[in-house]
């Protein structure tokens, strides 16, 4: 059976209606597209869990700074379907920027009813170099979760932030849908997979590379009965590339979200750093 792309809400709607009066269960992977094994594993996960699978590509602008990468971030939907068929996915929602904010676009966010995440949840880690990120992310992802009346929703624990801020938003907002946070797909020599890898020269690259080593530095030094978060960052300063321009790494508490001094079971390490100019992502949890 082949993977239906589908662009309108509408249109949508009526496989659900028709998916609902059958009882089955559905699974949403809410993507940017440019689909890669971090992705596929998502996917997996809810081609395994759920009767029908739902893979939304869509560059959300709300999400992005007036100066990141919207308008060069990757966008390839005939590969993206590829892989959706060869995973077994029912449904690619695509949508414009339209149809998902309406006719003059609603970009300019003054007449958008926005979902606003908890203040402690967005004004640290990557919503404080990123300003209404959070936001974005919120909103968008509330409004896949009404369209596809979704039973799951598969998110990346890459995105660990997002993962918690969503997470959040379900409890808080009483929503009916089960989160499935998924682990980190790396390559095989550590960097976690990501869309933006491909604006990484090989120099690039290879100082990103550091970033995972770092991690990993933690992990073996918490394993091995170091708890310090001060001296946990110091190893993990000392193995970084100078090259890199980190932009934070923190530890926080991933039941609570709050910073700690004393790692402990659950702790999420997380680092950001621009390698050049594309700006990366990574995280462990201790
Ligand atoms: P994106 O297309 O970057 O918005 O990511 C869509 C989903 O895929 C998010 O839930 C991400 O956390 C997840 N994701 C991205 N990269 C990876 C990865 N390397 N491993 C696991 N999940 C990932």
Redesign the pocket.
Known sequence: MSTVIVNKIYELKKHIKDWKNNNYTIGL???????????A??IKEAREACDKVVVSVFVNPIQFGPNEDFDKYPRQIDNDKALCEELGVDIIFAPSAEEMYGKNNRLNNTDLTFVCPPYNLVDCLCGKSRQGHFDGVATVVLKLFNITKADFA??????AQ??YIIKTMVRDLNLDIKIVP?????ENDGL????RNTYLSKEERSWALSMSKALNQIKTLYDGGVTDTNVLLDSAISILNKNLDIEYIEFRDFDTFEKIDNAKTNTLVAIAAKSGKTRLIDNIIL
Do not use: E, N, W, Y
């Open positions: 992977v809410p993507t940017m597209g440019a689909l890669h094994k971090g992705h594993s998502l598969f998110f990346g624990q890459k995105d997002q993962l998924c682990s980190i797909v790396r976690a997979l990501s869309s």
